[in-house]
């Protein structure tokens, strides 16, 4: 059963449609509703917690759901196709709502919202977990999962890139009606990528698909202490990154975009910023890492690059306090080391979730790799859940006023101004701040004792 060229590129494709999707939903969602449409930010955020959190504790449910399903067109496939078309339909519902009064439009946004997390788990769980049901060869299985993980960047980085330019460019001087027709552009790319997909990559009889419930997660966590640790991590960073995420735009669109007298013309700015923190990100993950990685130890480098990060918002916070906040090159500097920290740190903590595997099953005899790491996709997106939250909350306690259908940016006072500024440093200033002190503190898994552990496993094998 040896993997073909054309089923990684189908199964690539699939990887960028998707990611798409969920990248402009998770970027933009908070956006729309609060300053487009003018929803109170602390409800959008709520909705969109409350949601994202849901998702979390449902995905163990489908991936059961799944397994148990038998088809003549296999077990991945029909979900795979079903909730693509779904999703598609309720993306461009999520930005293409209809002219409706506050409390109306508050309903419609938690129904389809709350549609479009469970629509998008119908086709997100079986993409990922058909990996096995594809090859046999464990050679393969790791390259198709490098494949799909690569081309989900490439989905998400070209959201982050084009978005806004395309809003602009098809709402015609309208950002309500741009995001719209934008979506729908996205929404058909998505469903022609998931049907290359399913009718190319073939499935086979794999292995039992192996599922794991909340409780199981949360016992094997609350057993192993390292895993713990870094689950913490894992939260902190991702809660860091997702506030950035959110909050940028409202930077560069109130603060930058006035500053510099743009008008409606705040999204190069903006696109340009992005376009730095993302491609560092990458070179993060796949440069600095290795290079830096033969002079320091992952528990040494993993403290080295949350200083990077948290360096790189204390600086952001000081150009803008010196008043340099609308100096693109000193941003995308700050910003470049902000996103390259990110990308290493991303890298490191799922080294460090492999080695609390091996640490558990040290300690208690039960290897729980797949309970362990489904616990990381739970944390991830809980940590997006409440971030947004975050966001919505302190959007509303700043007073920052949005509802700018045209584009052009409304006027904030010079409190708002600060308080934006110092909600898009300082909060993930804190959060970094948090996982830094943990680890130090209680992680104990350094490269030797990783090591240690591993020799140990591997004679109790031999033996």
Excluded at 283 to 307: E, I, Q, S
Excluded at 351 to 369: A, N, Q
Excluded at 386 to 403: E, K, R, S
Aim: aromatic share 10%.
């Amino acid at each position: 059963m040896n993997l073909t060229r054309s089923q990684k590129i189908a199964f690539g494709i699939g990887a960028v449609g998707k990611d798409m999707v969920y990248a402009l939903s998770a970027t933009y969602v908070m956006y729309y509703y609060q300053d487009i449409l003018g929803l109170p930010s602390t409800f959008v955020g709520l909705i969109l917690m409350i949601a994202r959190v849901f998702d979390a504790v449902n995905d163990p449910f489908m991936g059961i759901l799944v397994a148990k399903t038998r088809t003549r067109w296999g077990r991945f496939r029909p979900w795979l196709f079903s909730g693509t078309v779904l999703n598609a339909v309720v993306l461009y519902a999520l930005f293409a709502a209809p002219a409706l009064e506050e409390t109306p439009m508050m309903v419609y946004f938690t129904v389809i919202y709350i549609l479009w997390g469970t629509t998008y788990t119908m086709m997100d769980i079986p993409y990922w977990s058909m990996i096995p049901a594809i090859t046999s060869t464990p050679q393969d299985r790791e390259n198709l999962s490098v494949v799909g993980r690569s081309c989900a960047g490439v989905g998400s980085a070209l959201i982050q890139i084009g978005t806004v330019m395309a809003v602009a460019s098809l709402g015609g001087g309208s950002e309500r009606a741009g995001f719209g027709r934008f979506a729908l552009i996205v929404a058909i790319i998505f469903v022609v990528a998931e049907i290359i997909c399913c009718l190319k990559v073939r499935e086979h009889d794999g292995e039992q698909m192996k599922t794991s419930t909340i409780p199981e997660m949360f016992r094997a966590l609350f057993s192993n202490d390292q895993a713990m640790i870094t689950v913490l991590a894992i939260l902190m960073i991702n809660g860091a990154l997702y506030l950035t995420s959110n909050l940028v735009i409202y930077f560069f669109k109130y603060d930058v975009g006035v500053a510099l007298n743009l008008g409606a013309e705040w999204q190069g700015n903006y696109t340009l910023f992005v376009t730095v923190g993302g491609g560092c990100q990458i070179l993060g993950m796949m440069v600095a890492y290795p290079l830096l990685r033969k002079f320091l130890g992952n528990t040494d480098l993993f403290k080295v690059a949350l200083g990077l990060a948290i360096g790189g918002y204390a600086l952001i916070l000081i150009i803008c306090l010196i008043g340099q906040a609308s100096n693109m090159i000193l941003l995308c500097v700050c910003g470049a080391l902000v996103f390259a920290a990110n990308g290493i740190l991303s890298v490191l903590t799922t080294v460090f979730l492999s080695s609390s595997v091996d640490y558990g099953e040290l300690k208690s005899g039960r290897r729980e790799e797949s309970v362990i790491f489904s616990m990381q996709t739970f944390v991830v997106k809980a940590a997006s859940g409440v971030a947004v939250f975050i966001t919505g909350i302190g959007l509303d306690l700043i007073g920052l006023a949005g509802n700018s259908e045209d584009g052009a940016p409304v006027a904030q006072s010079a409190q708002t101004i600060t308080g934006l500024r110092l909600l898009m440093t300082i909060m993930p200033i804190i959060l970094l701040i948090v996982a830094f002190i943990f680890f130090v503190k209680k992680f104990i898994l350094t490269d030797a004792k990783a090591q240690e552990i591993a020799d140990t496993l591997n004679a109790g094998k031999n033996a």
